[in-house]
């Protein structure tokens, strides 16, 4: 599932997420209100989640999917990629970062590690 308030990289993060087998994209969201709701409906397995949006943004919302039973493993996606925000996203629950401007090739590692077995480690993102 992908949540992000800017409609043009909802759209890219679909036509990149369906051309990568094994994978099944059954949500789009616009904030972090519809991230709660939409995973409390869908269970997906994994959410791409922006760190800042209107009305509730990726940290808050994290903290509450991920009080959630069987909550997804989330992963923060954002262009503010620095020590602190990757510390917030980790504080508050998150499994994992992609800098959107690695968006592709970070999120094409995290599924290949997820599909494999692997384990995500935060540090690095695309373990």
Known sequence: MVVDDHVDFRRLAQVLLE?????????LGADGEEAIHL?????PDLLLMDLSMPRMGGIQATRLIKAQDD??????????????????????GADAFINKADFLGSVARLIDNLQEGGNVHFANSAA
Do not use: F, K, M, Q
Request: aromatic share 2%.
């Open 19 to 27: 051309e990568i087998e094994g994978v099944e994209l059954v949500g």
């Open 39 to 43: 995973c409390e409906e869908l269970r």
């Open 71 to 92: 909550a997804p493993l989330i992963a923060i996606v954002s262009i503010y990629d620095d020590s602190e925000h990757r510390a917030h996203a980790s504080r508050a």
